[in-house]
């Protein structure tokens, strides 16, 4: 996607000029990983002409692998943030309909290539809330991923803006139902699944048959600091991570950074206390960089979930 930010904190009816990132859930998981120094690929379609291959060169910056990123259709999804101060609060607008990726087909992505020697699989419930074609999609990629016996992790990132709570119940529950791991917050929790609670993560974990839940939470101050933490769940065991307060530099990507977090730290085989403090670490380090992607180090990362959280000068 194309991220336009009004310049400061600035409004949209205020800005003559916009701040350009390249972005969004999934490829703000692939590039962060990337980082890390792990082997990723990001699937979907742009547009073949100059500022589909921006996205492309952006991802391969990072290090990202764009093999599987098709190329056609018209238009790029764009959307619009405008930075919160005080207590006026962030706000995005989207610019989505008719993207390259929304309109993209199930048949026109190469399985069989694109799951060869691979051993995760993430999603988000963005990709489905973009339409009836993108809902079959990431249905049948997550049947695809499944049946080779790779693990799935789904973020639900519930947007109200691009789809009702309805549909998106229905269309999440068929996910996970091929789905291992799935990250949610409290209020989405409740909201479209109807789970909270003490028991809520071993109730849902039971309910979907997942190996892990992971629970985040967020309290607003104003719209320079929050609190955050998570929980996560597995096998009859939960555990919390560490709570930070954070003074936001940009809003956006602290979930996607906790993603990717944790999905590096199961596959690296952390035990429960481990992984859930190193990606809540993830998603608080993402804070303090603006843009949408976490361009912290593993270094950097490991220290913060070990406690070492005092901003010095590193020299």
Not at 30 to 57: M, T
Not at 89 to 117: C, M, Q, T
Not at 170 to 188: H, R, S, W
Not at 290 to 314: N, Q, W
């Amino acid at each position: 996607m194309l991220r336009l930010t009004s310049p400061g904190y600035g409004r949209f009816v205020q800005a003559q000029s916009f701040e350009v990132n390249y972005g969004g859930a999934e490829a703000n998981v692939a590039a962060a990983l990337a980082v890390w120094g792990e082997e990723s690929f990001f699937v979907s379609k742009v547009p073949a002409h100059e500022i589909g291959q921006a996205v492309v060169n952006t991802l391969r910056s990072m290090g990202v692998n764009t093999n599987f990123v098709l190329r056609g259709g018209e238009r790029l999804g764009t959307y619009y943030v405008e930075r919160g101060a005080d207590i006026r609060s962030s706000k995005v607008i989207y610019d989505r309909k008719n993207s390259a990726f929304s309109l993209s087909e199930a048949e026109e992505y190469d399985w069989e290539k694109i799951f060869a020697g691979a051993d995760w699989f993430h999603l988000t419930g963005i990709t489905p809330a973009l339409g009836q074609e993108s809902e079959h999609l990431a249905a049948a990629a997550c049947r695809e991923a499944k049946k080779r016996g790779i693990p799935v992790s789904l973020d639900v990132n519930y947007r109200s803006k691009l789809w009702g709570a309805d549909r998106a119940k229905g269309a999440l529950e068929k996910l996970l139902a091929d789905t291992d791991v799935c990250i949610v917050n409290e209020n989405q929790a409740q909201e479209l699944f109807g789970v909270s609670g003490e028991r809520a993560m071993q109730e849902f974990a039971e309910k979907y048959s997942l190996r892990y839940v992971a629970f985040t939470y967020r309290r607003t101050e104003d719209a320079l600091h929050n609190r955050i933490w998570s929980t996560l769940y597995s096998d009859g065991k939960t555990v919390k991570s560490c709570e930070y307060r954070m003074e936001m530099i940009d809003r956006i990507g602290g979930g996607d950074a906790f993603a990717a977090g944790l999905v590096y730290a199961i596959g690296h085989g952390f035990e429960l206390q481990k992984a859930v403090n190193f990606a809540e670490a993830a998603s608080c380090l993402k804070h303090s960089v603006p843009g949408d992607v976490c361009f912290c180090s593993l270094e950097e990362v490991l220290s913060v979930a070990d406690g070492k959280t005092l901003g010095r000068v590193s020299r």
